[in-house]
Protein backbone atom coordinates (compact mmCIF):
# COMPACT_ATOMS: atom_id res chain seq x y z
CA UNK A 1 0.00 0.00 0.00
CA UNK A 2 1.03 3.52 -0.49
CA UNK A 3 1.55 5.79 2.39
CA UNK A 4 0.56 9.42 2.01
CA UNK A 5 3.26 11.66 1.32
CA UNK A 6 1.81 14.18 4.37
CA UNK A 7 2.70 17.99 3.73
CA UNK A 8 5.84 19.69 4.87
CA UNK A 9 6.09 20.71 8.33
CA UNK A 10 4.85 24.29 8.79
CA UNK A 11 6.95 25.34 12.34
CA UNK A 12 10.17 24.28 12.78
CA UNK A 13 10.94 21.48 15.50
CA UNK A 14 14.03 24.07 16.72
CA UNK A 15 11.43 26.83 17.95
CA UNK A 16 10.38 24.31 20.52
CA UNK A 17 13.22 24.09 23.58
CA UNK A 18 11.95 21.13 24.89
CA UNK A 19 12.46 18.96 21.30
CA UNK A 20 15.54 20.82 20.13
CA UNK A 21 16.79 19.77 23.71
CA UNK A 22 15.89 15.94 22.85
CA UNK A 23 17.15 15.99 19.24
CA UNK A 24 15.67 11.56 18.98
CA UNK A 25 12.54 12.17 20.40
CA UNK A 26 9.43 11.70 18.73
CA UNK A 27 6.79 13.38 20.45
CA UNK A 28 3.35 11.68 20.07
CA UNK A 29 1.56 12.82 23.00
CA UNK A 30 0.05 16.31 22.19
CA UNK A 31 -3.32 15.21 23.30
CA UNK A 32 -2.47 15.22 26.52
CA UNK A 33 -0.23 18.30 26.48
CA UNK A 34 1.63 19.90 23.55
CA UNK A 35 5.23 21.18 23.88
CA UNK A 36 5.92 24.98 23.74
CA UNK A 37 7.65 27.26 21.39
CA UNK A 38 10.28 29.81 22.99
CA UNK A 39 8.11 32.50 22.63
CA UNK A 40 5.93 31.20 24.97
CA UNK A 41 8.79 30.31 27.50
CA UNK A 42 9.95 33.86 26.59
CA UNK A 43 7.00 35.91 27.59
CA UNK A 44 6.30 34.07 31.40
CA UNK A 45 10.38 34.84 31.72
CA UNK A 46 9.87 38.12 30.49
CA UNK A 47 6.94 38.70 33.02
CA UNK A 48 8.26 37.43 35.46
CA UNK A 49 11.75 39.40 35.31
CA UNK A 50 10.37 43.04 34.23
CA UNK A 51 6.65 43.15 35.24
CA UNK A 52 5.93 41.07 37.80
CA UNK A 53 3.21 42.53 40.20
CA UNK A 54 -0.48 41.63 41.23
CA UNK A 55 -3.47 43.11 39.09
CA UNK A 56 -6.50 45.14 39.72
CA UNK A 57 -5.23 46.03 43.17
CA UNK A 58 -2.12 48.90 43.20
CA UNK A 59 -1.24 52.15 41.57
CA UNK A 60 2.31 51.67 41.05
CA UNK A 61 3.65 50.91 37.97
CA UNK A 62 4.43 47.42 38.03
CA UNK A 63 0.95 46.79 38.63
CA UNK A 64 -0.41 48.85 36.08
CA UNK A 65 1.92 46.99 33.60
CA UNK A 66 0.81 44.01 34.96
CA UNK A 67 -3.09 44.73 34.81
CA UNK A 68 -2.42 45.67 31.45
CA UNK A 69 -0.87 42.32 30.49
CA UNK A 70 -3.50 40.43 32.47
CA UNK A 71 -6.15 41.98 30.26
CA UNK A 72 -5.06 42.02 27.33
CA UNK A 73 -4.61 38.15 26.85
CA UNK A 74 -7.80 38.14 27.90
CA UNK A 75 -8.73 40.44 24.53
CA UNK A 76 -6.12 37.85 23.02
CA UNK A 77 -7.97 34.95 23.61
CA UNK A 78 -11.51 36.66 22.83
CA UNK A 79 -9.72 37.46 19.53
CA UNK A 80 -8.57 33.87 19.20
CA UNK A 81 -12.42 32.31 19.69
CA UNK A 82 -14.07 35.10 18.11
CA UNK A 83 -16.07 36.44 21.15
CA UNK A 84 -17.97 39.75 20.99
CA UNK A 85 -16.46 40.93 23.65
CA UNK A 86 -12.82 39.98 26.24
CA UNK A 87 -15.57 40.57 28.84
CA UNK A 88 -17.44 37.17 27.73
CA UNK A 89 -14.16 35.34 28.72
CA UNK A 90 -13.25 33.80 32.13
CA UNK A 91 -9.93 33.09 33.05
CA UNK A 92 -9.73 29.34 34.65
CA UNK A 93 -7.37 26.52 35.18
CA UNK A 94 -7.98 24.98 32.24
CA UNK A 95 -11.53 23.26 30.61
CA UNK A 96 -12.03 21.09 33.97
CA UNK A 97 -12.71 23.73 36.51
CA UNK A 98 -14.34 25.97 33.26
CA UNK A 99 -17.08 23.18 33.05
CA UNK A 100 -17.25 22.83 36.89
CA UNK A 101 -17.96 26.80 37.06
CA UNK A 102 -20.86 26.04 34.85
CA UNK A 103 -22.50 23.38 36.96
CA UNK A 104 -22.16 25.03 39.64
CA UNK A 105 -22.89 28.76 38.77
CA UNK A 106 -25.19 28.22 35.81
CA UNK A 107 -26.71 24.54 36.82
CA UNK A 108 -27.25 25.18 40.09
CA UNK A 109 -29.28 28.57 39.45
CA UNK A 110 -31.16 27.10 36.88
CA UNK A 111 -31.75 23.65 36.99
CA UNK A 112 -34.54 22.02 38.58
CA UNK A 113 -35.13 18.47 39.78
CA UNK A 114 -36.65 16.29 36.66
CA UNK A 115 -34.58 18.84 34.07
CA UNK A 116 -32.27 16.47 31.85
CA UNK A 117 -28.61 17.44 30.77
CA UNK A 118 -27.56 15.31 27.50
CA UNK A 119 -24.30 14.53 27.10
CA UNK A 120 -22.47 12.00 24.68
CA UNK A 121 -20.08 8.91 25.37
CA UNK A 122 -17.46 10.56 23.63
CA UNK A 123 -17.53 13.01 26.37
CA UNK A 124 -13.73 13.32 28.44
CA UNK A 125 -14.81 12.40 32.05
CA UNK A 126 -14.58 16.55 32.68
CA UNK A 127 -17.59 16.58 30.68
CA UNK A 128 -19.56 13.72 32.88
CA UNK A 129 -18.12 14.06 36.56
CA UNK A 130 -18.95 17.66 36.86
CA UNK A 131 -23.11 16.75 35.56
CA UNK A 132 -22.95 13.64 37.82
CA UNK A 133 -22.24 16.42 41.00
CA UNK A 134 -24.44 18.48 40.07
CA UNK A 135 -27.64 16.33 39.32
CA UNK A 136 -26.28 14.48 43.23
CA UNK A 137 -27.09 18.03 44.48
CA UNK A 138 -29.69 19.10 42.92
CA UNK A 139 -31.82 15.78 40.98
CA UNK A 140 -31.28 16.93 37.52
CA UNK A 141 -31.14 13.94 35.15
CA UNK A 142 -28.45 12.73 32.96
CA UNK A 143 -29.18 11.26 29.59
CA UNK A 144 -26.23 9.84 27.64
CA UNK A 145 -25.91 9.37 23.54
CA UNK A 146 -25.17 6.25 22.37
CA UNK A 147 -21.42 6.00 19.73
CA UNK A 148 -22.18 3.52 16.93
CA UNK A 149 -19.06 0.77 16.25
CA UNK A 150 -16.88 3.28 13.75
CA UNK A 151 -16.55 6.06 17.00
CA UNK A 152 -19.41 8.56 15.34
CA UNK A 153 -21.68 9.87 17.36
CA UNK A 154 -25.48 8.20 16.99
CA UNK A 155 -27.09 10.64 15.37
CA UNK A 156 -30.84 8.73 15.59
CA UNK A 157 -30.40 8.19 19.25
CA UNK A 158 -29.55 12.00 19.99
CA UNK A 159 -32.55 13.40 18.27
CA UNK A 160 -34.29 10.27 20.73
CA UNK A 161 -32.85 11.68 23.68
CA UNK A 162 -33.45 15.37 22.96
CA UNK A 163 -37.05 16.52 24.37
CA UNK A 164 -38.53 19.56 26.08
CA UNK A 165 -36.95 18.17 29.21
CA UNK A 166 -33.14 18.17 27.67
CA UNK A 167 -32.09 22.09 29.08
CA UNK A 168 -28.12 21.37 28.24
CA UNK A 169 -26.23 19.28 25.82
CA UNK A 170 -22.66 19.13 26.30
CA UNK A 171 -20.59 17.88 23.60
CA UNK A 172 -16.97 17.41 22.49
CA UNK A 173 -15.60 19.72 19.29
CA UNK A 174 -13.22 16.61 18.78
CA UNK A 175 -12.51 13.19 21.12
CA UNK A 176 -9.86 13.04 22.93
CA UNK A 177 -9.71 9.33 23.25
CA UNK A 178 -10.62 8.54 19.40
CA UNK A 179 -10.61 11.56 17.23
CA UNK A 180 -14.31 11.59 16.07
CA UNK A 181 -15.62 14.72 15.87
CA UNK A 182 -19.29 15.20 15.72
CA UNK A 183 -21.49 17.25 13.56
CA UNK A 184 -21.54 20.13 15.76
CA UNK A 185 -23.48 22.69 14.39
CA UNK A 186 -26.17 19.86 13.93
CA UNK A 187 -25.90 19.28 17.28
CA UNK A 188 -26.45 23.06 18.46
CA UNK A 189 -29.24 24.02 16.00
CA UNK A 190 -31.61 20.81 16.92
CA UNK A 191 -30.73 21.48 21.21
CA UNK A 192 -31.62 25.42 20.53
CA UNK A 193 -34.98 24.14 18.92
CA UNK A 194 -35.99 22.20 22.30
CA UNK A 195 -34.64 25.85 23.76
CA UNK A 196 -31.45 23.80 25.25
CA UNK A 197 -28.53 25.57 26.15
CA UNK A 198 -25.35 23.67 24.48
CA UNK A 199 -21.95 23.95 26.03
CA UNK A 200 -18.79 22.88 23.71
CA UNK A 201 -15.91 20.78 24.91
CA UNK A 202 -13.20 22.71 22.50
CA UNK A 203 -9.97 21.15 24.49
CA UNK A 204 -9.01 18.58 21.53
CA UNK A 205 -10.30 20.87 18.77
CA UNK A 206 -8.62 24.41 19.39
CA UNK A 207 -5.02 23.73 18.35
CA UNK A 208 -6.35 21.87 14.93
CA UNK A 209 -8.59 24.11 14.01
CA UNK A 210 -9.85 27.73 13.62
CA UNK A 211 -12.80 27.56 16.57
CA UNK A 212 -14.94 30.70 16.14
CA UNK A 213 -17.84 30.70 18.93
CA UNK A 214 -20.24 33.45 16.69
CA UNK A 215 -19.95 31.08 14.06
CA UNK A 216 -20.78 27.59 16.53
CA UNK A 217 -23.40 29.64 17.99
CA UNK A 218 -23.25 27.77 21.05
CA UNK A 219 -23.92 29.07 24.84
CA UNK A 220 -20.36 27.88 26.09
CA UNK A 221 -17.44 26.98 25.15
CA UNK A 222 -14.25 25.87 26.98
CA UNK A 223 -10.80 25.07 26.45
CA UNK A 224 -6.89 24.55 28.13
CA UNK A 225 -4.29 26.62 27.23
CA UNK A 226 -1.58 23.72 27.69
CA UNK A 227 -3.17 21.57 24.74
CA UNK A 228 -2.53 24.88 22.10
CA UNK A 229 0.81 25.51 22.71
CA UNK A 230 0.64 27.23 26.34
CA UNK A 231 1.10 27.36 30.21
CA UNK A 232 -0.52 24.60 31.80
CA UNK A 233 -3.02 26.29 34.72
CA UNK A 234 -4.79 28.57 32.32
CA UNK A 235 -7.53 27.75 30.40
CA UNK A 236 -10.46 30.06 29.29
CA UNK A 237 -14.59 29.58 29.69
CA UNK A 238 -16.16 31.54 26.98
CA UNK A 239 -19.97 32.41 27.46
CA UNK A 240 -22.48 34.77 26.05
CA UNK A 241 -22.26 38.12 28.03
CA UNK A 242 -26.64 37.58 29.18
CA UNK A 243 -25.47 34.55 30.05
CA UNK A 244 -22.63 35.44 32.23
CA UNK A 245 -24.49 38.29 33.78
CA UNK A 246 -27.27 35.49 34.67
CA UNK A 247 -24.49 33.40 36.85
CA UNK A 248 -23.70 34.19 40.61
CA UNK A 249 -20.01 33.86 41.67
CA UNK A 250 -18.70 30.09 42.42
CA UNK A 251 -16.10 30.67 44.41
CA UNK A 252 -15.25 33.83 46.75
CA UNK A 253 -12.39 35.86 47.93
CA UNK A 254 -10.81 39.09 46.82
CA UNK A 255 -11.14 40.41 43.03
CA UNK A 256 -14.17 39.36 42.47
CA UNK A 257 -16.54 41.49 45.48
CA UNK A 258 -17.74 45.29 44.82
CA UNK A 259 -18.22 45.67 48.12
CA UNK A 260 -18.29 43.43 51.34
CA UNK A 261 -19.26 43.90 54.80
CA UNK A 262 -20.23 41.21 57.83
CA UNK A 263 -24.08 42.22 56.87
CA UNK A 264 -23.12 40.77 53.28
CA UNK A 265 -21.43 41.42 50.13
CA UNK A 266 -22.11 42.39 46.43
CA UNK A 267 -19.95 41.31 43.57
CA UNK A 268 -18.76 42.55 40.72
CA UNK A 269 -19.79 42.11 37.21
CA UNK A 270 -18.54 38.94 34.69
CA UNK A 271 -16.13 38.09 34.09
CA UNK A 272 -14.25 39.51 37.30
CA UNK A 273 -17.28 37.69 39.37
CA UNK A 274 -16.03 34.37 38.88
CA UNK A 275 -11.97 34.89 39.04
CA UNK A 276 -11.74 34.70 43.18
CA UNK A 277 -8.11 35.71 44.22
CA UNK A 278 -5.12 36.27 42.10
CA UNK A 279 -5.03 35.29 38.93
CA UNK A 280 -2.64 33.10 37.02
CA UNK A 281 -1.19 36.24 35.78
CA UNK A 282 2.10 34.27 34.29
CA UNK A 283 0.11 32.25 32.67
CA UNK A 284 -2.31 34.33 30.94
CA UNK A 285 0.74 36.06 29.62
CA UNK A 286 2.44 32.43 28.21
CA UNK A 287 -1.05 31.91 26.47
CA UNK A 288 -1.48 35.05 25.44
CA UNK A 289 1.83 34.51 23.19
CA UNK A 290 0.73 30.88 22.50
CA UNK A 291 -2.41 32.09 20.83
CA UNK A 292 -0.63 34.80 18.98
CA UNK A 293 1.71 32.53 17.52
CA UNK A 294 -0.70 30.07 16.21
CA UNK A 295 -3.25 32.67 14.48
CA UNK A 296 0.07 33.88 12.79
CA UNK A 297 0.20 30.37 11.22
CA UNK A 298 -1.39 29.27 8.17
CA UNK A 299 -4.08 27.12 10.52
CA UNK A 300 -5.36 25.56 6.64
CA UNK A 301 -1.68 24.53 6.48
CA UNK A 302 -1.25 23.30 9.68
CA UNK A 303 -4.73 21.14 9.36
CA UNK A 304 -3.36 19.72 6.07
CA UNK A 305 0.09 18.62 7.34
CA UNK A 306 -1.41 17.04 10.74
CA UNK A 307 -4.43 15.19 8.91
CA UNK A 308 -1.58 13.91 6.33
CA UNK A 309 0.11 12.53 8.93
CA UNK A 310 -2.89 10.51 10.30
CA UNK A 311 -3.33 9.37 7.21
CA UNK A 312 0.11 8.37 6.53
CA UNK A 313 0.01 6.25 9.73
CA UNK A 314 -3.39 4.71 9.10
CA UNK A 315 -2.39 4.08 5.64
CA UNK A 316 1.04 1.99 7.16
CA UNK A 317 -1.27 0.54 9.71
CA UNK A 318 -3.69 -1.35 7.65
CA UNK A 319 -0.86 -3.24 6.03
CA UNK A 320 0.22 -4.63 9.96
CA UNK A 321 -1.36 -7.86 11.55
CA UNK A 322 -3.49 -7.55 14.19
CA UNK A 323 -3.74 -4.08 15.00
CA UNK A 324 -7.15 -2.41 15.17
CA UNK A 325 -7.83 1.24 14.70
CA UNK A 326 -10.45 2.87 16.62
CA UNK A 327 -12.45 5.77 15.57
CA UNK A 328 -12.86 5.32 11.40
CA UNK A 329 -15.87 8.27 11.01
CA UNK A 330 -15.19 10.78 8.22
CA UNK A 331 -14.72 13.75 10.47
CA UNK A 332 -11.37 13.31 12.51
CA UNK A 333 -9.15 15.32 14.72
CA UNK A 334 -5.24 14.34 14.05
CA UNK A 335 -4.78 11.45 16.20
CA UNK A 336 -5.07 7.48 16.16
CA UNK A 337 -6.47 4.96 18.70
CA UNK A 338 -5.01 1.45 18.53
CA UNK A 339 -5.56 -1.90 19.79
CA UNK A 340 -3.50 -5.00 19.34
CA UNK A 341 -4.84 -8.48 18.41
CA UNK A 342 -1.73 -10.27 20.85
CA UNK A 343 -0.81 -7.28 22.90
CA UNK A 344 -1.53 -5.03 25.87
CA UNK A 345 -1.30 -1.72 24.45
CA UNK A 346 0.87 -1.26 27.64
CA UNK A 347 3.15 -3.28 26.93
CA UNK A 348 3.76 -1.81 23.33
CA UNK A 349 3.67 2.05 24.81
CA UNK A 350 6.71 1.03 27.09
CA UNK A 351 8.93 -0.65 24.48
CA UNK A 352 7.93 2.20 21.80
CA UNK A 353 9.42 4.69 25.05
CA UNK A 354 12.38 2.49 25.10
CA UNK A 355 12.97 3.98 21.41
CA UNK A 356 12.38 7.43 21.97
CA UNK A 357 8.39 7.64 20.88
CA UNK A 358 6.25 8.56 23.58
CA UNK A 359 2.83 7.87 23.32
CA UNK A 360 0.07 7.94 25.42
CA UNK A 361 -1.97 4.22 27.05
CA UNK A 362 -5.10 3.98 28.74
CA UNK A 363 -8.28 4.78 28.86
CA UNK A 364 -7.83 8.76 28.30
CA UNK A 365 -10.26 9.98 30.92
CA UNK A 366 -13.18 8.24 28.23
CA UNK A 367 -14.19 4.95 30.29
CA UNK A 368 -17.82 5.40 29.36
CA UNK A 369 -16.59 5.22 25.68
CA UNK A 370 -13.77 2.53 25.88
CA UNK A 371 -17.16 0.96 27.36
CA UNK A 372 -19.11 1.06 24.44
CA UNK A 373 -16.35 0.10 22.02
CA UNK A 374 -15.83 -3.25 24.55
CA UNK A 375 -12.21 -2.27 25.00
CA UNK A 376 -10.34 -1.78 28.55
CA UNK A 377 -7.11 -0.12 26.94
CA UNK A 378 -5.86 2.37 23.72
CA UNK A 379 -2.58 3.27 22.25
CA UNK A 380 -3.15 6.62 21.15
CA UNK A 381 -0.50 8.58 18.90
CA UNK A 382 -2.02 11.97 18.31
CA UNK A 383 -0.09 15.28 16.20
CA UNK A 384 0.84 18.33 16.55
CA UNK A 385 2.08 20.75 14.46
CA UNK A 386 5.87 20.23 14.74
CA UNK A 387 5.88 16.29 14.09
CA UNK A 388 6.78 14.78 10.76
CA UNK A 389 6.50 12.22 8.47
CA UNK A 390 9.96 10.34 9.20
CA UNK A 391 8.21 10.38 12.71
CA UNK A 392 5.57 8.39 11.48
CA UNK A 393 7.44 6.21 9.44
CA UNK A 394 9.88 5.63 12.80
CA UNK A 395 6.69 4.29 14.42
CA UNK A 396 5.45 2.47 11.46
CA UNK A 397 8.87 0.54 11.34
CA UNK A 398 8.85 0.15 15.03
CA UNK A 399 5.61 -1.48 15.55
CA UNK A 400 5.81 -4.65 13.59
CA UNK A 401 9.14 -5.57 15.87
CA UNK A 402 7.40 -4.85 19.27
CA UNK A 403 4.59 -6.70 18.51
CA UNK A 404 6.69 -9.54 17.26
CA UNK A 405 8.31 -9.47 20.58
CA UNK A 406 5.50 -9.70 22.91
CA UNK A 407 3.79 -12.25 20.41
Not at 175 to 181: D, K
Not at 336 to 346: C, E, K, N, Q
Amino acid sequence: MTIPQGIPCPVERANFPLLACNPGLVYFDNAATTQKPACVLDAERVYYETTNANVHRAAHRLAVAATDAFEGARTTVARFLNAASADEIVFTRGATEAINLVAQSWGRTHLRPGDEILLTELEHHANIVPWQLLAQQTGVVIRAVRVLADGALDLVHFHELLSPRTRLVGCTLASNAIGTMPPVAQIVAAAHAQDAMVLLDAAQAVAHQVVDVQMLGADFCVFSGHKVYGPTGIGALWARGEILASMPPWQGGGEMIDQVSFAGSTFASAPARFEAGTPPIAQAVGLAAALDWLMALDRTAIALHENGLRERLEAGLRSIPGVQIFGSGSAKAPLTALAFARAHPFDVAQFLDARDIAVRVGSHCAQPLLAALGVPALLRVSFAAYNTPDEVDQFLAALPEILELLA
